[in-house]
């Protein structure tokens, strides 16, 4: 197995920085490849390898995993850039955290876990922690799979929204409970507000059914429909009853429009299932 | 152990031609990149897709496929790691084997890379030593893979990211793995031009080792036209690689033995800071078909 004991030697001095501290002391080469079980042929092998390339790789693998992170955090970046030094906070999580980053949704979760940890630690404003639950949620939702509709959902032929049928939010979503209204800096990256007073908030982070990879947000304070729909297959005459801010037209319009934009799954009852059906094949 | 400069004919099969297409990133870009091509008369007679983007979601990769209209796709992948000596686990294997049918993967395209172990990931495709064992461990992993995908392999050339260690260079190793595990090339000329930013490869030397009956694909960057003549962006020396690639594609089917059965243009990261226009991939898409030599409309399985 020394081809393994190779391949380990390699990927640990792309990705640990102080197996690359040690390699480039005097005799430190050495000293790290000694308790392996290498071949005389293989340490020989290693010793030829420049590692001053083999180090541009590294800084290479360094630069490409902060640009993923950066795809996720980049808003939590900028509102923590003023409080400390980003660039030195990630080298310090990937000095810590090595294997890892090949499996995207558990390399999220675990920068938020350890980015979390540090805002709480340093005593940052607090809002940062609610900045990072949104980022870290608008992607995982985002790549994480649709779930099937229910039976008789989105009929060709129930283009109308009728009384009898039924709403329900089309998932993955996730509902977070959060203390600030971090949701205006989604729309503010330019400039780093911060937000200092707690308003509590409920928010709806839902994978879009019409674009790739990317999710839709919402204040459910703001959107009493959408909160109203929730996990329950409520008709839209139940809705009704239960909205009475809206007026019937008003709400089977907002419903449509819900369904037009593919928020939301529109179940047809199955006693008009097979009329439906037929019509939109027709 | 298989090391030949004298290659037998592949006694695989190389499948029909299957055309010209483009590596298709999962993301909104490229879906709007889609709809402008087809609006500007544009087609494409196969995609690409990364398996890595459909890792969490694998059944979605169906749906974009539908998207573009079912055409036939490969797959390209790091997942088999075939150059480790840590094999993947067996939930990986069969998201593999569940896109492969859900993609209408026609074969799918390895990188001849090493991604470290089980417990340890390289963050990239590390470069594999040149060695005889090295070597060994791709075929066989490659032989064992053949068995598992359900579909067609191909391996493609990486980009030389420290100097040569042992016998064989980059495309030496890919012509023995080649040929001792009678699979397809992926000849990426990208990867020539990636190898810039870190040792840089004598290219006619190594693409004179890469034997071309066993290609099937290439990979060649297709950056933005208007920014790669941008005085201002300096991008000149990008130019010159594009045309570098476009012209060594030229000069390889001259070649009697090269008949590549797909082209694939790279948009993402191929050099400039926007993507190529609908226009100009239309138009690279059309030339690339005129180089394969035959009307490569596919019938969509």
């Keep these: ?282 | 152990m298989t090391t030949t400069s004298e290659h037998p004919a592949p006694p695989h099969l190389k499948p029909p031609t299957i055309g010209a297409g483009f590596l298709y990133h999962c993301s909104p870009e490229f879906a709007r990149l889609y709809q402008e091509l087809v609006a500007c008369g544009g087609r494409i007679d196969f995609v690409e897709y990364l398996a890595t983007h459909f890792g969490s979601d694998v059944e979605y990769v169906a749906e974009v496929n539908a998207g573009l209209g079912n055409p036939p796709s490969t797959l390209h992948c790091y997942e088999y790691m075939i150059g480790s000596v840590d094999r993947p686990d067996a939930a990986t294997v069969a998201k593999l084997q569940r896109m492969v049918e859900a993609a209408n993967c026609q074969y799918i395209g390895e990188h001849v890379g090493m991604m470290g172990t089980t417990e340890q990931y390289s963050g990239t495709f590390l470069q594999p030593f040149g060695t005889d064992e090295q070597t060994e461990t791709f075929i066989r992993n490659l032989r064992e893979v053949k068995e598992q995908a359900g579909c067609a392999l191909t391996i493609e050339n990486q980009s030389q990211v420290y100097n040569r260690i042992g016998p064989r260079s980059i495309c030496e190793q890919v012509r023995d793995i080649a040929v001792g595990a009678d699979v397809g090339i992926l000849l990426s000329l990208s990867n020539f031009i990636i190898a810039e930013r870190f040792v840089p490869m004598d290219r006619e030397r190594e693409i004179a080792a890469i034997p071309l009956e066993y290609v099937w694909q290439v990979h060649l960057p297709l950056g933005n036209a208007a920014q790669l003549n941008d005085p201002d962006l300096g991008l000149d020396w990008r130019r010159a690689e594009q045309r570098w690639a476009n012209e060594t594609l030229v000069q390889l089917f001259k070649e009697p033995s090269f008949k590549p059965v797909s082209v694939v243009f790279e948009i993402e990261d191929a050099g400039t800071p926007s993507h190529a226009t609908p226009e100009e991939l239309r138009d690279a898409l059309e030339w690339a078909r005129e180089l394969l030599g035959e009307d490569t409309k596919v019938e969509v399985r």
Aim: overall charge negative; glycine content about 6%; some cysteine.
């Design chain 1, 1 to 282: 197995m020394a081809l393994r004991d190779v391949q380990v030697f390699l990927a640990e001095y792309v990705r640990d920085r102080g197996v690359r501290e040690r390699c480039r002391e005097e005799g430190g080469l050495d000293a790290v490849l000694g308790p392996r079980a290498l071949t005389a042929e293989e340490r020989q092998l290693i010793t030829t390898i420049d590692l001053d390339d083999l180090s541009k790789v590294a800084e290479t693998v360094l630069r490409e995993r902060f640009d993923r992170l950066s795809s996720v955090f980049a808003l939590l970046f900028e509102h923590l850039a003023p409080h400390t030094d980003v660039s030195a906070l990630y080298r310090r999580f990937d000095d810590e955290h090595r294997h890892g980053w090949w499996q995207r949704r558990r390399e999220i979760r675990r920068f938020e876990a350890y980015v979390s940890d540090f805002i709480i630690r340093e005593q940052l404003p607090p809002y940062l922690l609610d900045l990072v639950r949104l980022c870290a949620y608008i992607t995982t939702v985002a790549e994480s799979p649709k779930a099937a509709a229910p039976d008789h959902a989105d009929l060709p032929g129930a283009e109308a929204v009728r009384a009898n049928y039924a709403v329900r939010l089309r998932r993955p979503y996730a509902v977070l409970s959060m203390r600030y209204d971090v949701l205006p800096l989604l729309d503010e990256s330019d400039t780093v507000q911060l937000v200092t007073t707690p308003t509590p908030r409920r928010v709806l982070v839902q994978r879009s059914w019409q674009e790739h990879k990317r999710c839709q947000v919402f204040d459910l304070g703001a959107e009493p429909l959408v909160e109203a729909i929730g996990e329950e297959l409520l008709t839209v005459g139940e809705l009704a009853g239960r909205l009475p801010q809206f007026g019937h037209a008003e709400l089977y319009e907002e419903v449509a429009a819900l369904h037009r934009d593919g928020i939301v799954h529109l179940v047809v009852p199955p006693e008009l299932a097979g009329d439906l059906a037929l019509r939109g094949a027709g």
